[in-house]
């Protein structure tokens, strides 16, 4: 104990006269090995543990099946002894033990918690470079403002490159702050947004500091040659790292659900999110400066005052040997979005298990589709209903819902938050009140909540989040922030001694949040729709488990995670075994038709005319294409059109891959759909594989390179320019050149900033054209040349 004290106190600064420590054990100085300092792992990975089948061996089988059955007849037999009477007193305790066993070892396979994982930090020669941006409210607030200035004086000491504008309190026309930083070319933007917090003028269900962060990320994706600057946003108090600590600010825990999303809708952004120190110095300032500057591949990141810190998803199993206390309600229950799909299963399960009097709130209240035949269907089973039509977001009307109650004589013992809305909207078209309406229904209600209740004695407070806010999921902007803000505000009250419990959902069956389309959606992605009774059964023993938050989704991480991952890394999944091992090529199956597939291909190539070979090849990614997504063939597909406009996602892409990798004999990178963004620009890249001794380009040496360039520089110059325009490609084109930059000394001569830009997937396909391709393109001429 000593010896652990004195080398935990000298890692985090103390002095140690080691030489003294040592002195007459004969110990003596040894050089470090050196592969301890780099980024390679040496040693074998533990596998994800398989499961075993329960009841695998016949007699074992036998066994159980009498106990669950409490068959007392069928157990002696099976054990072999005469009298079974023996057995009678411990049979119901054993088969209840059984059912419980089960019971955790299914929920306890969906059970993920949040960590977080010392982080090796930079050396002291990384750093910032170039000009950043250092984005910071304009509070009016003398507290609030003190801060922001505080940390942006601090930050500026220690980098004189930033240079820093301020956003009204308001939030800032988007066009307007898209201006400012495209005058100013940033290197990368560091925002202090969520520092203040604040109410939206405009919108008060919405928090300022996430209008705010929501304008800056549209106004970077509007600005040309910004959509991809790196992006940072700093936070504190945000997340809590160790049993020590606590979230101080679940609404800037909010800008990280929203990061979250903003990270995965711009996979080539670099950046991510940083939570500051509480106390800052000089010390915490070079590690800022540093992790900023850094290719550190982190994008969610803790900064404390001995360490840095990177946010991971691992397993939490709810206890070893015998299954944890689940909850047992008991008085009255409050149920925000009662009479919901999701509140009606939750409300049957508290009737069932000891709660007297359920309130059922919901915005139509007995007009709900369904109130009352679930009412009639609780009070059957002896507890008492009242249904109420209330908006958990409305606080005067809840408040007269909580008198109303007190006034009753049945204290309200507990609290389920499971109201909610979603919506599905990319962060770069989403508007301020579209926004709000979705936070408003999940943030806005708990808060309230947690304002109301605060000082009543409650056994359970539990608020019913999502996994978009654990992960991120694209399109979910506004409902991963509202989720996101219910895992901090469990956290923060968890800190104050109060009751809470946050459980971020996976897809429920049974009429959940993703039903139909959407349910089978997620499936398809790799995630399964839970039972709603085991669910509920995961409810109650994450209660009585007394984690502020957890995750419960039941992942079929194999099929997940490489579709998750294909556009970025996600480190924050990387610890999971599962996924470890869903993304390791060593263990990748070889997904080609036999050895000789490659050779073959190249036979036949070589074996056509020069002109055809393209042809070949262009049909065999049409037809794989096509195959992927539903057409009868590949004439279906427009080659010159970027994959992501034909509808290919990360599932499909990972698909049309293994097709391709099985017709090629290749083996191609996960991302080959995303890299070559079209049919033409990938086949090109199949040409450069398969025959590089070739030429990479259509035409194959450099004479015939020349004599094709001559023709069709002729054909170029026959094209009205009227022509190019009409297809979208001086656009475009301006906004390739744009994005690179004039060179120095030039000034750019391209459209008006206010110019209509055409979509983000024709510039993708420009990229990825020759010559060639934009005549047919200006033309609308699909003929091959």
Not at 255 to 260: A, E, K, P, Q, S
Request: charged share 25%; proline share 5%.
């Amino acid at each position: 104990r000593v010896f652990t004290s004195l080398a935990e106190a000298w890692v985090n600064g103390a002095d140690v006269d080691w030489r003294a420590v040592f002195e007459g054990t004969g110990a003596r100085r040894v050089d470090l090995p050196t592969y301890a300092f780099q980024h390679q792992r040496f040693w074998p990975r533990p596998k994800a543990v398989e499961a075993a089948a329960v009841g695998a061996d016949p007699v074992d089988a036998a066994f159980w099946e009498a106990v669950e059955r409490e068959d007392l007849d069928a157990l002696a037999g099976t054990l072999a002894v005469e009298d079974g009477t023996s057995l009678k007193a411990v049979l119901p305790a054993l088969s209840h033990w059984r059912r419980g066993r089960r019971e955790q070892a299914a929920v306890d396979s969906w059970r993920y918690k949040v960590t977080w994982k010392p982080l090796t930090e930079p050396t002291r020669t990384d750093g910032l470079t170039g000009t950043w941006l250092l984005v910071t409210p304009e509070v009016a607030d003398a507290a609030a403002r003190a801060e922001v200035e505080r940390t942006a004086g601090w930050l500026a000491s220690g980098y004189a490159g930033f240079t820093r504008i301020t956003v009204a309190d308001a939030g800032p026309d988007r066009a307007e702050l898209a201006a400012r930083i495209r005058a100013e070319r940033p290197a990368g933007v560091l925002s202090l947004l969520a520092l203040a917090e604040r109410p939206h003028a405009a919108c008060t269900e919405l928090s300022a500091e996430l209008a705010s962060t929501l304008t800056l990320l549209q106004a970077l994706a509007d600005g040309a040659g910004t959509a991809d600057v790196p992006l940072w946003c700093a936070t504190r108090g945000a997340v809590a790292v160790g049993r020590s600590e606590s979230v101080t600010s679940p609404t800037q825990t909010a800008v990280w659900g929203l990061g979250r999303v903003a990270a995965l809708e711009r996979p080539g952004r670099r950046g991510g999110l940083l939570d500051l120190p509480q106390e800052t110095d000089e010390r915490s300032l070079r590690r800022v400066l540093a992790l900023l500057g850094a290719d550190h591949g982190e994008d969610q990141i803790a900064l404390r005052a001995t360490a840095a810190y990177a946010r991971r998803l691992t397993r939490a199993p709810g206890g070893t040997g015998r299954p944890a206390q689940p909850w047992r309600p008991r008085g009255t229950v409050l149920v925000t979005g009662g009479t919901g799909a999701l509140g009606g299963h939750v409300a049957r399960w508290l009737a069932a298990n000891g709660a007297e009097h359920l309130v059922l709130a919901g915005r139509r209240g007995p007009a709900a589709p369904g109130a009352r035949e679930l009412a009639r269907e609780i009070e059957e089973s002896g507890a008492r209903v009242t249904i109420a039509a209330c908006d958990a977001a409305d606080r005067d009307r809840l408040a007269a819902l909580l008198e109303e109650l007190a006034a009753d004589g049945a204290p309200l013992r507990a609290v389920v938050h499971a109201a909610g809305i979603t919506a599905q909207g990319a962060l770069d078209a989403v508007t301020h009140q579209e926004f709000a309406d979705v936070y408003a229904a999940k943030a806005v209600g708990a808060r309230h909540l947690h304002e109301l209740t605060a000082d009543l004695d409650l056994d359970a407070f539990v608020l019913f989040s999502s996994a978009a806010a654990a992960w991120g999921g694209a399109g979910q902007g506004a409902y991963a922030a509202a989720n996101a803000y219910l895992d901090g505000l469990a956290e923060h009250r968890a800190g104050l001694g109060l009751a809470a419990t946050s459980i971020a959902w996976g897809s429920w069956a049974g009429g959940g949040m993703a039903e139909g389309d959407a349910e089978r959606e997620l499936l398809r992605r790799g995630v399964r729709a839970m039972a709603p009774q085991r669910a509920v059964s995961a409810l109650a023993l994450a209660v009585g488990g007394g984690a502020p938050a957890l995750t419960v989704a039941d992942v079929d991480w194999a099929r997940f995670a490489p579709a998750f991952t294909i556009a970025r890394r996600s480190p924050l999944l990387e610890d999971l075994p599962e996924v470890r091992d869903a993304l390791d090529p060593a263990d990748e199956p070889q997904e080609v038709a036999d050895g000789d597939t490659q050779a073959e291909l190249r036979s036949r190539l070589l074996a056509a005319a020069e002109s055809e070979r393209d042809r070949m090849l262009l049909d065999l990614v049409c037809d794989a294409a096509a195959g992927v997504l539903g057409h009868a063939a590949g004439a279906a597909v427009d080659p010159q059109r970027a994959f992501r406009g034909l509808g290919f996602d990360s599932v499909t892409a990972l698909e049309l891959r293994k097709r391709l990798n099985a017709a090629t004999g290749l083996r191609l990178q996960a991302t080959v759909v995303f890299d070559h963004p079209t049919p033409t620009a990938l086949r090109d890249m199949l040409r450069a594989e398969l025959l590089p001794e070739a030429g990479t380009g259509p035409g194959g040496g450099a004479a015939d390179r020349i004599g094709d360039e001559e023709a069709l520089r002729s054909a170029l110059a026959a094209v009205p320019i009227e022509r190019f325009r009409e297809a979208g490609l001086l656009d475009a084109l301006w906004r390739l050149a744009d994005e690179a930059g004039p060179a120095d000394g030039q000034q750019s001569e391209g459209p008006a900033a206010d110019a209509p830009l055409p979509p983000a997937d024709r510039s993708d396909d420009i990229r990825s054209m020759d010559v060639r391709d934009l005549i047919r393109m200006a033309l609308g001429d699909e003929r091959s040349e």
